[in-house]
T-cell receptor
């Protein structure tokens, strides 16, 4: 069975500062890794995913995450955040086969202030 | 495409009442899922389906039932509502292709009092 630990429940930062949201997972099989974002009163949207290949994956809005197999981590980073990045971020893992349900972490609330 | 739609958006139930949360997707996805989201707990899988006529339990199935008579629809039934079922419910779907992405609906916020 898989599990996901998001190490910070809340991360407050100032606009234009860098941010890192930490995610560790455990699994006895190979996994796929995902970051989802949830804006207030909305559903979840996929931010980025790691399936295979390059361990550094990027989103279109400046976030990136690096898969580190030895440390079983998939931390999310952004070099300069905006007010609009304020949201809840969920790390999720699934077995590496189609249709497998996602196992979610408890979420990290990113609050960006000016 | 509308993607994944859920109705209703909000609902208040009294203890012991029943209701059905509707979920429809128009992307011809084989796989569909129901999750519940509780504050500070992330999302937990209630039930999932790999195709019409096939359903299976997730992590927290007690108190819920599902059916999947068509590819498009995956309703979630609460038979005897309890306060512990107060939550936000999300339906999701995916297709066994290269992306492995799950597409989520906007959610149903349910309060049981």
């Amino acid at each position: 069975a898989q599990s996901v630990t998001q190490l910070d429940s809340q991360v407050p930062v100032f606009e234009e500062a860098p941010v890192e949201l930490r995610c560790n997972y455990s699994s006895s099989v190979s996994v796929y890794l995902f970051w989802y974002v949830q804006y207030p009163n909305q559903g979840l949207q996929l931010l980025l995913k790691y399936l295979s290949g390059s361990t550094l994956v990027e989103s279109i809005n400046g976030f990136e995450a690096e898969f580190n197999k030895s440390q079983t981590s998939f931390h999310l980073r952004k070099p300069s955040v905006h007010i609009s990045d304020t949201a809840e971020y969920f790390c999720a893992v699934s077995e590496n086969q189609a249709g497998t349900a996602l196992i979610f972490g408890k979420g990290t609330t990113l609050s960006v202030s000016s | 495409n509308a993607g994944v739609t859920q109705t209703p958006k909000f609902r208040i139930l009294k203890i012991g009442q029943s209701m059905t949360l509707q979920c429809t997707q128009d992307m011809n996805h084989n796989y569909m899922y129901w999750y519940r989201q509780d504050p500070g707990m992330g999302l937990k899988l209630i039930y999932y389906s790999v195709g019409a006529g096939i359903t299976d339990k997730g992590e927290v199935p007690n108190g819920y039932n599902v059916s999947r008579s068509t590819t498009e629809d995956f309703p979630l039934r609460l038979e005897l509502a309890a306060p512990s079922q107060t939550s936000v419910y999300f339906c999701a779907s995916s297709y066994p292709g290269l992306s492995y992405e799950q597409y989520f609906g906007p959610g149903t916020r349910l309060t049981v009092t």
